[in-house]
């Protein structure tokens, strides 16, 4: 069985700085952080579903898809006995929306540095991807 998502790394610039938009979950009694994403349903295009998602989690509305970023993971899990190949495709997304709130579904939202971001996100492949996403940002000047 196969399933795919779509997420964003969304950001903005304040001060100098950039900052990252990270949501607390809970699954299966624990916490961990990440970025907002979720699944793509049926008829809708990676932007539309990447716009849904963020719109949803983070009451974020303005987001600018960066062109030529985009970047996907992919792992296994097991749901019900069976396997489960996830991809999640990742997109790279600005913003001048400081205000975001949690959804009902997550713990807590954030904006935060790189370094603290790093800090929080529980898995490997979501700290490769920020740290692809801030090399990327720093080559171009934002």
Known sequence: MKEKSVGGIVFRKENRRILYLLLLYE????????FPKGHVE?????EET???EVMEETSVADIRVIRNFRHAI??????????VQKEVVFYLCETGQKDAKVS??????AWLGHDEAMEKLAFENAKKLLAKAHKFLAKKDF
């Open 42 to 46: 049926k008829g809708e295009s990676d």
């Open 74 to 83: 992919r792992y296994f899990f097991r749901r019900g006995g069976k396997t």
């Open 27 to 34: 699954r299966h009694s624990r916490t961990y952080w990440d």
């Open 50 to 52: 990447l716009r849904r």
């Open 104 to 109: 009902r579904e997550h713990k807590d939202i």
